[in-house]
Every structure is written in C-alpha cells, then in structure tokens.
C-alpha cells in the first residue's frame, strides 16, 4: 500500500509539472500581455517605456526561459503577484479556496446522502412506478441548466422570502448565521443540478451489484431484504460512486463558476475566469494547477478506498520499478 501510494505520488507531481508547462504556454500565447494592456489604458506610455517594462518583468524574455524562472521561484514557495488585485497570489486564492470548499464540499455531501437512499430505492423496485417517478425526477434535474435554475430560485425563493439573500456573501466579520442564509440558494442550486447524475449512478450501479452470484446465494440462504440490499450490494455499488465523486473534486475546488457569478460567490471558479480574461498569469496558472492537484488526489484517495470497500482489491508494485497498479 505505501509502495503504491508514494509512486502515485510521484506520478501526480510529474503530472503537475507537465501540465504547469502546457498552462504557462498556452496563457503566454494568449493575445496581448499586461504591459500591452498598460499602453493600451495610457497613451502617455511610449516604446521605450513599454521595452523597458517588458525588460523588467522578463516578458521579453522567451518561454520556456520565463518559464524556468516561474516554476525555480514556485518551488521555493513564491507564486508571484496578481496583476489584477496587486497582492500575492496565495493571499488571493487562499481564501477564495476555502469559501469554494465551504460552498462545493456542502453541496457535494448532501448530493451525496440523498442519491444513495434514492439510487437504493430504485434499484430495489426496478421498473416500477417508484422507479419510473425517480427517474423522471432525475432526468429533470440533469436537463435544467443551472443559471435558469439559480434564477428561478431567486424568483421563489429570495424575492418573497427577503430572510433569505439572493446573492453574495455578507460583510466582512459576519456570524455563522448570516454565512448560512447567505450559503443556502447556491448549495440548493448546486445540490439540484448534481443530484440526478449521482442518483443514476448509484441506481445503475446497484442493479448491476444485485444481479452478482452472491446476491443469488445470500437470497437462498433466506437473508432479509434489508440485509441484502445494506450489507451485501451497497458495499459494491459504492465503488462506482466513488469514482465519480473522485472526478468531482476537480469541480469542487476550480469553483462552479456559473454559480459563483448568479449569486456573486468568490469563489475560485470566478476568480481564475476573471483572472484569465484579464491576463493575470500568476493567478490563473496557480488556479488552474491547484484544481488539478485536487483532481489528482481524489484519484489517489478513490483508489485507496476501493481497497477498503471490496477485500478482493489489492494494490502491488511491480518488481521492476515500473509502477503500481491494482488487481482484484
């Protein structure tokens, strides 16, 4: 397990440096660059100012030349400054981060504990009324966009109920009470959007787990149905589940940026869309790498608890230096 874990590991941050690169060239090829922007805003500014700026901050410089300076500095902690907002990129993304968590990781939970229950209670009655109402309702939520349902949320919800804010965050030094009315319409919002796709899943999933052999010897042994469905298929059918909120940590810490806009969250999905469109490279590139990172360690987190839902699953790393892997 810990031979596996740590080439996991090294694996993850080879990914990091290569996709560092490909998100650094790809936003230095971006058209115009801040000193571009500068002139553009001050026609005061003339070609020797603009050379010399350029020459100040490397941009005249070439990539992958920039590039090596960028990456020596990150790794000794130092991320650079936000064009944009004029301070460190870390005291930017730091707090935006923890508001996005606060906002995703709330929606992700509660999508998760009502579309298991749901997915159990369809799988159990397949084709029936419960089965066929159940899928309606998530074929619904699948299909509904989110920005037409935060609006019409803020239509049913904010406008008569004005308890509850349509938007923002509330000030500076608010109590927990007022970050909760204020938290509520985006997890809803979110929480409707993702709970039909979980639903299917675990509906899909737990089919496929009740048709296994041991579901069949489990039923002529004369189990309960209660057993069998909890005991038995769950643990089975978790595994698929798992994979899919593994891939979810990728949204769930890049911000849900239709969201985080309806109602004014700041989260990280509008700071690294604004920080894009405004050619803010430190930003955006330190952004983008944090929200893959967490992709990656929920892969490494999904396969870790695989092993731990189905015994049959064991992690081993070849002789030869090659790599890990799992077999059942």
């Not at 000794?76 to 301070?87: K, N, V």
């Not at 500076?172 to 409707?192: C, D, I, K, S, Y």
């Not at 059918?237 to 979810?248: D, E, F, G, K, N």
């Not at 990656?296 to 790393?317: C, E, H, K, V």
Request: proline share 5%; net charge neutral; glycine share 10%.
């Amino acid at each position: 397990m810990l031979s596996y874990t740590a080439t996991r590991l090294l694996e993850c941050l080879l990914v990091l440096l290569v996709m560092s690169f490909l998100v650094y060239g790809l936003i230095g090829l971006m058209p115009g660059d801040p000193i571009d922007l500068m002139i553009s805003a001050n026609p005061d500014f003339t070609a020797a100012d603009a050379q010399r700026l350029k020459a100040l901050y490397g941009l005249d410089r070439p990539l992958l030349e920039r590039y090596g300076t960028w990456l020596w500095a990150a790794l000794q902690g130092d991320f650079g400054y936000s064009r944009l907002y004029q301070q460190p990129v870390g005291d930017i993304l730091l707090p935006r981060l923890g508001w996005t968590t606060v906002l995703l990781g709330t929606s992700l939970a509660l999508t998760v504990m009502i579309a298991i229950p749901l997915g159990v209670w369809a799988a159990a009655r397949p084709y029936s009324r419960v089965d066929y109402g159940i899928n309606m309702i998530c074929f619904a939520g699948i299909s509904v966009p989110p920005f037409w349902l935060a609006l019409i949320l803020i239509l049913l919800v904010a406008v008569p109920f004005q308890a509850i804010p349509a938007g923002g965050m509330g000030e500076a030094g608010a109590g927990l009470l007022e970050r909760l009315r204020h938290l509520f319409l985006p997890v809803v919002t979110l929480t409707l959007a993702s709970i039909g796709g979980f639903t299917r899943f675990m509906r899909g999933a737990m089919i496929q787990a009740l048709r296994a052999d041991h579901i069949r010897t489990a039923r002529a042994k004369g189990l309960s149905r209660a057993r069998i469905l909890i005991g038995h298929a769950l643990r089975h059918a978790l595994l698929p589940l798992i994979t899919v909120v593994a891939l979810s940590f990728g949204t769930l810490f890049s911000g849900a940026l239709i969201t985080e806009t309806m109602f004014s969250w700041s989260g990280m999905g509008r700071t690294i869309y604004e920080a894009t469109l405004g050619n803010d490279y430190n930003l955006a590139l330190v952004g983008l790498l944090t929200a893959t990172g967490f992709t990656l360690a929920g892969n490494i987190l999904a396969d870790l608890l695989y092993a731990g839902l189905d015994p049959r699953i064991s992690f081993q790393t070849a002789s030869d230096g090659t790599g890990g892997g799992s077999t059942a």
